[in-house]
């Protein structure tokens, strides 16, 4: 598990991925993997799969595989703007933090098919509150290709 940070100590770092990649269950059903995890953005992939498939005359991505790509990365673009707004705080403490984070509302615009051998996703906070984050987030093919986007609200306390 290799989740490259500039910002964020080793512990914190290693904790959240271990948190999004292995405790959040369904993200290992998606195959979802960190590649990059900063205050302002994340990024992330997945592997096209077989189960993953939608439609198997065109072997599409499902619909659903890219809604939950995108809401699990507004929710780590927030536990990563959370990390870095209470940097005071020990890593261990600022990763107990996340116990309360749920999804409010999800916005997904599907604007081509997914087809493909890999998926990037990305993530970015637009507005973090004291209650409510804000993100908007974009699922793109291997070569860079804007396949969905999405916008998200999420209870932070």
Do not use: W
């Amino acid at each position: 598990m290799t989740c490259p940070s500039s910002i964020f100590e080793p512990e914190f770092t290693r904790g959240l991925c271990e948190i999004f990649e292995q405790h959040i269950v369904f993200n290992q059903v998606l195959g979802l993997r960190i590649d990059s995890l900063e205050a302002d953005i994340v990024k992330a992939h997945i592997p096209m799969r077989p189960e993953l498939i939608g439609h198997f005359t065109h072997q599409r991505l499902h619909g659903g595989v890219i809604s939950a790509t995108l809401d699990a990365m507004g929710g780590l673009a927030v536990m990563a703007a959370i990390g870095a707004r209470h940097m005071d705080e020990a890593p261990l403490a600022r990763l107990h933090r996340f116990g309360k984070l749920g999804t409010i509302d999800l916005r997904i615009d599907y604007l081509r098919p997914g087809i493909g051998q890999m998926f990037h996703a990305t993530a970015e906070v637009l507005r973090l509150g004291s209650r409510v984050a804000s993100t908007r987030m974009q699922f793109l093919s291997a070569d860079g290709r804007l396949l969905s986007t999405g916008s998200g609200a999420y209870i932070v306390s």
